[in-house]
């Protein structure tokens, strides 16, 4: 391992969705790069049988992205309308595929099947001259075990309660319990977003087909943990009760799991040759579902310098550290858009005060009826900022 440190330009330090689509923008653009990838998991597949399944939400510009190196999961069912409205107060809003002009708003991928595209496309570049992939790294490696010019890419971030404390921490006291359900007359590629006094519950398209439905219920952790202790009818019930929509029947309930929920916020995201991506950047509370999208700009964007860095003929560590300070202001206010609006959803929509009621329930009205305003909101979940 210490001479693939040595000798790399490049080295990414963890091998999550982010990193390996780092990965592979690198190598599909440079050939001759020298890249090496710290991956924690085994070299084969076997332990994505057994892993995160959950259903996450794919913007239609993230799946443009992972088109674009041949890395998209055709399992993705598409999202053609969006219901957004707050349980027992007045205030709605629809955004759909056609007000935007758009084939989807976006799409539902299983984690495990996106780690399974990218790992087996990055497999492709396997007989690059100078791309190593190692595998079961447990140890963590810093710059300093690096070459002198190397770029250290920090893509291991992982969940909200494994992570260290970054520049702005919030823990918002929630916990998040994913799963999926059997349903009945449920109509199909319409995702729910529905606010309640503890937090949002969303309704998703599943990868099974019109009858199930990925669901994720945000809430109190004392109250997520009461709910994942119930039997699966009396679960099936207090999740009927507390969407109170007549949107179609919920018969059955399958592998609930829980995810503690916070914001993790890294304000400068480059320091000298290292550079911060994905979670190891930013972790997002799951209300507006942009975690995985805003994580896979990152990896685009910072691949995009950096090959643009790497096809001079000669290029110097002051050359590198310029690339990186380029690339942190351009990802500035993408990344603090999204931080801000999902930090905000979060927060005002998981409140009785009525003074804040009354204010998002206009506000979920006024969204409805300013077509300009609510596109505009929508390009920046399928986009980012441009």
């Not at 674009?68 to 055709?74: G, K, Q, R």
């Not at 799951?286 to 003929?313: E, I, K, M, S, W």
């Not at 002051?318 to 206010?333: C, F, G, S, V």
Request: hydrophobic share 40%; aromatic share 8%.
């Amino acid at each position: 391992m210490k001479n693939d440190l040595h000798d790399a330009q490049v080295v990414i330090q963890g091998a999550g969705p982010v990193g390996l689509a780092c990965a592979i923008w690198l190598l599909k653009n440079n050939p001759q790069l020298g890249l090496v990838i710290l991956d924690k998991n085994p070299s084969d597949d076997a332990f994505l049988g057994h892993g995160d399944a959950r259903g996450i939400a794919i913007s239609e510009g993230s799946k443009q992205l992972l088109k674009n190196i041949d890395a998209w999961v055709h399992q993705a069912p598409e999202i053609h309308q969006v219901h957004v409205s707050h349980r027992g107060f007045f205030g709605r809003t629809i955004m759909s595929k056609d007000e935007i002009g758009q084939a989807a708003l976006g799409h539902i991928v299983r984690y495990t099947d996106v780690m399974q595209s990218l790992r087996t496309r990055l497999r492709t570049f396997s007989h690059f001259p100078n791309f190593t992939w190692l595998h079961d790294v447990t140890e963590a490696i810093s710059l300093s075990q690096c070459g002198p010019d190397s770029c250290f890419i920090h893509a291991d971030g992982g969940l909200f309660h494994e992570q260290s404390a970054k520049d702005i921490r919030k823990d918002y006291g929630q916990s998040a319990l994913v799963g999926w359900l059997d349903t009945e007359h449920v109509a199909p590629h319409t995702a729910w977003e529905r606010f309640t006094a503890e937090g949002p519950i969303a309704l998703l398209p599943h990868h099974a087909g019109s009858l199930t439905k990925n669901f994720v219920w945000c809430a109190s952790t004392e109250k997520i943990h009461h709910l994942s202790q119930l039997s699966d009818a009396d679960f099936v019930r207090a999740l009927t009760e507390e969407i109170h929509l007549p949107i179609g029947k919920i018969s059955a309930v399958h592998d609930r799991r829980v995810y503690p929920l916070g914001l993790n916020f890294k304000e400068h995201i480059v320091h000298n040759r290292e550079v911060w991506i994905g979670n190891a950047a930013q972790t997002l509370h799951p209300v507006a579902g942009q975690g995985l999208n805003l994580g896979l700009r990152d990896a685009y964007t910072l691949a995009t310098h950096l090959n643009r860095l790497f096809a001079r003929p000669h290029s110097l560590p002051d050359d590198l550290m310029q690339t990186l300070q380029h690339y942190q202001k351009e990802r500035h206010n993408d990344r603090n858009i999204t931080i801000r609006v999902t930090d905000l959803m979060a927060s005002v929509f998981a409140t009785n005060l009525l003074p804040i009621v009354a204010a998002r329930g206009l506000g979920l009205t006024i969204l409805q009826w300013l077509p300009l305003v609510k596109n505009k909101l929508a390009r920046q979940m399928m986009f980012g900022q441009r």
